[in-house]
């Protein structure tokens, strides 16, 4: 009541006020909407700052009694303990800021402890141990015990896949007593560590119906504990009956256009999927053309390579002149007047694009470099990550007012666009390193080894190459000038955020202050929620440490890709190995997270190159790239492509095209990944492709339940793969055939699905079987062909 009552108050207030001017006395405690909290074993460690625009304000903290508190004096942190009582799988700490009371959603640690051994077998060794996806293949992490031959370690684990090897007086091996393995996705294979159990017991929710200023949701099971939340306010004024929530639609939400509803569920069995819900002016979104550039949860992104994207320019062409850089690794010519033009000409918009994210654009040396590793060849910086300034556009993309007509271009046509931002290191060139060398972390280890691409030992340390100095963020005066930097480039040219490269690298201190300064100086004040995405290889736990609140909107989700990548590509791999990386995705960051769903990356081999079998997963992709002339070597790649794309499409996340995935460029690894992007002279079975990718990023864009939806499974076979998206009335159901041989697919229809007639996106004959009235069918009936998919709509 008194929530209530406190909600009258503000709309009573708020009536005589603007948009932004509500959306800012509102925010004034949180800015969008807050993550999740996932609790860690015993002790968890809150940064208010992540959340709170100021924690001074922050009067009290109430948390649930199986927990306890300290916070410190100046209110930047609040550490939770465990205190031997039972922890509710979801509840909520409620921060009162000024008076108001805000809700965080506090998550149950799923950690298990799991034991690894390894049997020596007789043989004799001075120090095994165990590397993989869970201690970011750091050895020395996670020491093995002698006991009797057999070595054996414990370690914390979320229920899951993790990719591991046993490493053994300093030699890695496969673990000889692990039958499951997987390709390693740099030539070579790791062994596959199950944890837990597989099992999909957990309730779901469902949004079934909103009429009458209320929305309600179907339960699959007797729920123990509802959670609700408009913005960042509990609610406690639902009901729940014959299996049935009902909500009503808070009367605050009829003053701004975006504002959202989030339910979370759990029971015994465990806990829910989340829904999320927009609300435009007090009521449901009902069509895409409510869909605005603002809202993140709709974004298709499209990154391209400006040196290798088009030449618009031809006057600021200036390859280096060295006889020992191949072709591949210099200056192609593209440049930010070249993508304008495209963009003008409607490429990204036929492509039903809403972002576009281009390479670092940033002055790069006039020179090329030799690599450190072998075989030591000579690259240019035609990519862009070899800043030698941190705010002036290379002349070879253009100027100041290149820059500035591309992004009034981009906005003209109701997109955004994000710049690759690169943070962790610089050319040894930069005056950062210049005037201040000892603003980088050391280049030489204590035990006379380089530390450079020691990816993971040295993580937040090691060095790309010996002309790139990666940055020491344990100096705050680092931390401000590159801060301050990311902050130049909105500020100068208003683009709409940043993908960051090598997320991973760089301390989450650095990225909580980035954040914290950009919502300060421009979210805050502008009411701009910027888009923010970064890049990490690693586990689904290290990756996911990087994104809330104060962090990262997200990161592109790897894991899932390498996984979709083996099973659309090679014949053998099933879908239940995709189908359980899915569940691990949507468990591990949310039903609607921010994290990007890729076609391909300019760091991989382009996916169609594997899946035309001009590849192979057990070879060296880089030096394939040089040794021989890779292309599509069976047409059925443009098919299992097309496969990849829809599946990117239509599952939650952010889907992001690679430039030229569009219609099946081919490439092994960088720099053969990065070839001259082609718009004319297409093969047939490439503008084939292009067409079918146009037609999925339309479905994509104009229906709401592939932006906002439920996702069930409904049917997973080694060949087939069924899932379906609903939000409210309006359901997609997509449909993978994997066989080289067609196949007709029976799915039993959920009960909420009987009698919405559906339509064909893409041929396949589909139809139901039972009873002569709609309203009583329960069987879908598909016919695939061989390597193709369907994605029906009502």
Same mark, same amino acid.
């Given at each position: ?19 932004k /001017? ?5 925010e004034?405690?949180?800015?969008g909407?807050?993550?999740p909290?996932?609790l860690?074993p015993n ?8 959340f ?48 108001? =009371? ?8 799923? *950690? ?26 750091? =050895? ?25 090897q ?16 997987a @390709? ?17 017991s957990?309730?779901?929710? +469902?949004t ?17 504990k ?25 009367? /605050? ?10 339910? +979370? ?24 053309? /409510?869909i ?60 039903n ?6 390479? =670092? ?11 450190? =590793? ?21 002349? $070879? ?6 820059? *500035? ?6 906005h ?81 040219y ?6 960051? @490269? ?25 009411n ?7 890049e990490?290889?690693?586990s ?27 099973v ?46 001009a590849?192979?997963f057990? /070879? ?14 069976d ?24 430039y ?12 053969d ?5 082609? +718009?004319?002279n297409?093969?047939k ?14 479905l ?8 906002y ?8 076979? @080694? ?19 994997? @066989? ?20 064909s ?9 039972? $009873?002569?009235k ?21």
């Amino acid at each position: 009541m008194k929530l209530i009552l406190l909600f009258l108050i503000l709309i009573t207030t708020f009536s005589s006020c603007n948009e932004k /001017e509500i959306s800012q006395e509102m925010e004034n405690g949180i800015f969008g909407l807050a993550t999740p909290i996932t609790l860690n074993p015993n002790e968890t460690e809150i940064h208010l700052e992540d959340f709170f625009t100021d924690v001074s304000k922050i009067d009290s903290i109430q948390i649930p009694n199986s927990l306890s508190k300290e916070i410190t004096k100046d209110k930047k942190i609040l550490t939770l303990q465990e205190n031997g009582s039972e922890i509710p799988l979801i509840s909520t700490a409620k921060v009162w800021v000024d008076g108001i =009371p805000y809700s965080l959603l506090l998550k149950k640690s799923r *950690k298990i402890s799991h034991k690894i051994t390894f049997d020596s077998k007789g043989k004799n060794y001075e120090t095994v141990q165990v590397a993989g996806a869970f201690n970011n293949w750091s =050895p020395k992490n996670s020491p093995m015990q002698n006991k009797g031959g057999i070595w054996e370690t414990k370690l914390l684990l979320d229920p899951g896949n993790y990719h591991y090897q046993i490493v053994a007086d300093g030699k890695w091996f496969l673990d000889p007593a692990n039958p499951d393995s997987a @390709d390693n996705n740099i030539g070579g294979f790791n062994s596959v560590l199950q944890v837990g159990e597989k099992k999909d017991s957990a309730p779901k929710i +469902f949004t079934k119906e909103a009429k009458d200023g209320k929305i309600i949701l179907e339960q699959s099971q007797d729920l123990d504990k509802v959670l609700v939340f408009w913005q960042n306010f509990e609610l406690t004024n639902f009901t729940q009956n014959l299996n049935q929530i009902e909500i009503p639609i808070p009367r /605050e939400s009829t003053i701004l256009d975006r504002s959202f509803l989030r339910v +979370f569920a759990s029971n015994k069995n465990g806990t829910s999927n989340d829904i999320l819900i927009p609300l435009s002016k007090g009521h449901t979104l009902k069509t895409s053309s /409510e869909i605005t550039r603002r809202d993140k949860e709709a974004t298709i992104l499209y990154f391209l390579l400006v040196d290798r994207f088009f030449n618009g320019n031809k006057e600021n062409d200036e390859p280096v002149v060295d006889s020992e850089v191949h072709p591949k690794a210099n200056y192609f010519g593209g440049d930010l007047d070249g993508i304008t033009q495209k963009a003008k000409e409607g490429y990204f918009k036929d492509l039903n694009i809403s972002t576009v994210w281009i390479s =670092p654009i940033s002055q790069n040396p006039l020179q090329a470099h030799v690599e450190y =590793p072998e075989p030591h060849r000579k690259f240019s910086g035609y990519h862009g990550y070899w800043p030698i300034s941190s705010s002036k556009v290379d002349h $070879r993309f253009g100027d100041s007012n290149s820059m *500035k007509k591309l992004v009034e271009t981009v906005h003209s046509q109701n997109m955004n666009l994000i710049l690759d931002f690169v943070s962790n290191h610089v050319h040894e060139e930069h005056p950062i390193f210049q005037n201040n060398p000892n603003w980088a972390t050391k280049l030489d280890l204590p035990n006379g080894k380089k530390n450079i691409r020691i990816w993971d030992e040295q993580r937040l340390t090691t060095w790309f190459d010996t002309f790139l100095p990666s940055l020491d963020y344990s100096n705050p005066k680092v931390t401000e000038v590159m801060t301050d930097s990311a902050l130049y480039w909105i500020q100068t040219y208003g683009i709409d955020g940043f993908r960051h @490269d090598a997320t991973k690298h760089i301390p989450i201190s650095f990225w909580r202050e980035m954040t914290k300064k950009i919502k300060k100086e421009v979210s805050i004040p502008q009411n701009r929620n910027l888009f923010q995405i970064g890049e990490t290889f690693g586990s689904r736990e290290l990756i996911g440490s990087y994104v809330n609140s104060g962090l990262l909107d997200g990161q592109f989700d790897f894991n899932l890709y390498f996984d979709a990548r083996a099973v659309f590509a090679l014949e053998n791999e099933s879908f239940s190995r995709l189908k359980n990386s899915l569940n691990e995705s949507l468990t591990f960051y949310g039903s609607h997270s921010l994290m990007g769903n890729i076609t391909g990356n300019h760091d991989i081999p382009r996916f169609i190159s594997y899946a035309s079998g001009a590849l192979k997963f057990d /070879e060296d992709s880089q030096e394939a790239g040089w040794e021989r002339n890779i292309k599509v070597e069976d047409k059925v790649g443009y098919k299992k492509l097309s496969q990849l794309t829809a599946f990117a499409f239509t599952i939650p996340g952010i889907p992001v095209i690679y430039y030229g995935d569009e219609f099946g460029m081919a490439g092994a690894g960088d720099p053969d990944n990065r070839r001259q992007m082609r +718009f004319k002279n297409l093969t047939k079975e490439e503008q084939q492709t292009k067409e079918i990718a146009k037609k999925i990023t339309k479905l994509r864009k104009e229906n709401l339940e592939l932006i906002y939806g439920d996702l069930e499974i409904l049917e997973c076979s @080694d060949k087939t793969f069924v899932f379906a998206r609903t939000y409210f009335d309006q359901i997609s159901i997509v449909a993978f055939n994997k @066989d080289s041989k067609s196949r007709k697919i029976r799915i039993k229809v959920p009960e909420r699905f009987k009698g919405v007639p559906l339509n064909s996106n893409f041929g396949s004959v589909y139809g139901f079987m039972g $009873r002569e009235k709609a309203s009583e069918l329960r069987n879908l009936e598909i016919d695939l062909q061989p390597n193709s998919f369907e994605i029906l709509t009502n």
